[in-house]
């Protein structure tokens, strides 16, 4: 390679380091500024959720998806029951443990149980919303609802919504353009680090980004405090969840391109638990980022819909491209740029910095602050998200947890290169997430391993 060609590669490779962060960097602070705009808007006293409607006004069905579920889906359907979550439906997808006799003594006679049996259960999460959303419209037709003004909610079997969070999210629903509303998700903690960055990237950095993409109506739809209306789904399918690994996306894609608005409320939100071990949550998010990597297929129709305005596509071209375009990119850039900084100071010295202490001080200083906005810009979010809360923290703490996420980056670097391995090995595994027993009067959570017949559930691949 001639020293014309070095010069070259290297010229193409800082400009493509450059397109990378720039993208990464104004994706975050554009969604991240609307996000905090709307947080505060509705902390101002006075402010309600629009809309004149009541809880009575709406039929509102729970579906809760369950395998090997025992730990917690006791405490979860009460909790649901305790804020009027209207119809419950526990769909046990071939759980080997007590689940069933656990939801239904929880219910006492106000919950429906939905057994599925094997071989066609356990095939993915999808699948077994379609079988409750079955029972749903069975119940529904035979009511003489009107699926308009059916919400269907989803809730994980460690799922708890906050108090009074009906009365805020369905009024979302009085604009008929609304197909779809998810809340934002808080981490109940056990009081260890690794929980409470998970609720630093839910709470914080998700949430805050969910409220700004609102802006656009393109928020995206969890697998936990989701709401969707009936009709929506009908209209896009008698099954509308399919079997890709992040079927909560792959809906809202389908309702974005069909026309529908999606919503959300900070007035809202669902607790859940966290994974408290290294290895499971790499595996979760290989599960997840696979999913979302998967979706990049539907960027075709959203960029030939008539029904999306230029800001969603614009959006949502730049939610899917996140794992292809920003983290595996930068999973390798951040390495290459730290071992270039590390060889140009060992060389050159302090003198990068000026020719005096002073200098010397001042140049580092503002290097740090610009280096290190995104962080500084990521823990005075989670501060404000957190201000008036149960889960209030203080600023310095919040700056300070914000550098920690330099490291944790790792779970996800590691998380999307495994994704991109499964994919590429088509292979299609869903690799079901340990709960733990929760224990009362604040003790911390105990880990328990899950049947190991249960731990990896094995899903179709599609076409099959």
């Known amino acids: 390679m001639s020293w014309l060609d070095v010069r070259l590669f290297a010229g193409l490779y800082s400009a493509f380091t450059a397109a990378v962060v720039a993208v990464g960097l104004g994706y975050f602070f554009v969604w991240s500024y609307l996000g905090l705009r709307l947080l505060r808007q509705s902390r101002t006293p006075g402010t309600t959720t629009p809309g ?17 579920e025992a730990r917690v889906i006791g405490a979860t ?16 997808d071939a759980s080997d443990d007590d689940t069933s006799t656990i939801a239904a003594q929880a219910g006492a006679g106000q919950v429906q149980v939905l057994r599925r049996e094997l071989p066609n259960a ?36 460690d799922g708890r919504l906050s108090d009074g969070a009906l009365k805020h999210v369905l009024p979302l629903f009085e604009d008929a353009r609304v197909g779809g509303a998810q809340v934002a998700v808080q981490i109940r903690r056990n009081g260890r680090l690794i929980t409470r960055m998970q609720d630093f990237e839910f709470w914080g950095l998700s949430a805050i980004s969910q409220f700004g993409r609102r802006s656009s109506a393109t928020v995206s739809l969890g697998g936990n405090g989701q709401f969707t209306r009936l009709s929506a789904l009908l209209s896009h399918s008698t099954q509308p969840w399919g079997r890709c690994m992040t079927e909560d996306l792959e809906l809202a894609l389908d ?27 790499i595996r979760q998010r290989a599960r997840w980022f696979q999913g979302h990597m998967s979706c990049v ?11 999306l305005g230029g800001l969603a596509v614009l959006e949502m071209s730049l939610y899917l491209g996140v794992p292809w375009v920003l983290v595996l990119p930068w999973s390798v850039m951040f390495h290459v740029g730290l071992v270039q900084s590390l060889l140009t100071y060992r060389t050159e010295g302090s003198a990068l910095l000026g020719s005096t202490p ?39 703490r919040a700056i300070g947890l914000a550098h920690l996420l330099i490291l944790w980056n790792y779970v996800a670097y590691i998380a999307c290169w495994r ?5 590429c090995r088509k292979r299609e595994v869903w690799d079901k997430t340990a709960r733990s027993v929760e224990l009362p009067s604040g003790r911390a959570a105990v880990a328990l391993e899950p049947v190991a017949a249960s731990n990896k559930v094995s899903a179709q691949k599609a076409g099959e």
């Open 255 to 281: 309702l974005l391109q069909a026309g529908w608005k999606l919503d959300t409320t900070p007035k809202a939100w669902v607790t859940q638990q966290a994974v408290d071990r290294y290895r499971p949550l």
């Open 122 to 157: 356990r095939l993915g999460k999808g699948p077994a919303l379609n079988h409750g959303l079955a029972a749903v419209r069975a119940e529904v037709a035979e009511r003489g609802l009107d699926p308009d003004r059916v919400i269907i909610c989803v809730m994980d079997a």
């Open 297 to 307: 297929r539907h960027l075709p129709g959203i960029w030939r819909s008539r029904r």
């Open 358 to 396: 002073t200098v010397q001080i001042v140049s580092g200083v503002v290097l740090y602050f610009v280096s290190f906005a995104p962080i500084l810009t990521s823990g005075y979010l989670y501060y404000k998200r957190c201000l008036g809360t149960q889960a209030q923290i203080g600023f310095l």
């Open 77 to 92: 359907v009460r909790a649901l029951l305790s804020v009027g979550a209207g119809r419950v439906m526990v769909i046990d």
């Open 419 to 423: 994704a991109l391995v499964r994919l």
């Open 52 to 68: 004149a409607t009541t809880v009575d006004d709406w039929d509102v069905f729970v579906l809760v998806p369950c395998l090997n």
